[in-house]
């Protein structure tokens, strides 16, 4: 075409979009302030940090900040971070709460029954490639992006899904050719 102004159906579609882009953002339960606010003080610091973007059955949308201190990455042939490993602190009834009691460990269930609620967990969050999808096949344990949970000390699975693209959104502020992880300013300084 002659103009890039468009077509009226093409800026009302455009206009229409950009209006729920706009209200899911500014939803504050939805996080995206506060996650890109930390996501860039990391990329400030440390060089690396990214944002998860999921659906929300409250909000539509949720975005999360994770930064390096609790992410582990790695990346594909194409240079893009296709594997997020992320570790967590939680709780006995957070776990239990989060995945529902028939879904926990036999030794978390145990301290759960006990009322031992406060009882520290590591959270393992695997998010890379799956190996093993069987073209045409649908379902979320069938989609290109693996998701596990995982109690990690009890090497409990508490839920496996996945995802059509990476959930994560990771940047390296910049990097050399053979790093995985990126440089920030600061650490230059």
């Known amino acids: 075409p002659d103009s890039l102004e468009g077509t009226k159906d093409e800026k009302a579609y455009y206009d229409k979009a950009t209006k729920i882009v706009l209200r899911v953002m500014d939803d504050p339960k939805a996080g995206f302030s506060k996650a890109t606010g930390e996501y860039l003080l990391d990329q400030v610091g440390f060089g690396t ?38 570790e967590t602190k939680t709780n006995v009834q957070k776990l239990v709460k989060n995945y529902g009691y028939e879904n926990v460990s036999e030794k978390t269930r145990k301290e759960f029954d006990e009322g031992k609620y406060d009882i520290e ?18 379902g979320n344990k069938n989609m290109p992006i693996e998701s596990m949970h995982i109690e990690k000390a009890e090497k409990h699975l508490l839920k496996e899904s996945g995802f059509e693209e990476m959930p994560i959104k990771v940047t390296r502020f910049t990097k050399l050719l053979d790093e995985v992880y990126g440089r920030s300013l600061s650490m230059d300084a």
């Open 49 to 86: 940090s990214g944002v998860e973007i999921v659906k929300d059955d409250k909000t539509k949308v949720r975005f999360t900040p994770w930064g390096v201190s609790h992410m582990v990455i790695d990346e594909g042939v194409d240079g893009q971070v296709d594997t997020v490993y992320i």
């Open 121 to 138: 967990k590591t959270l393992l969050v695997a998010i890379e490639p799956r190996l093993d999808a069987i073209v045409g096949k649908s």
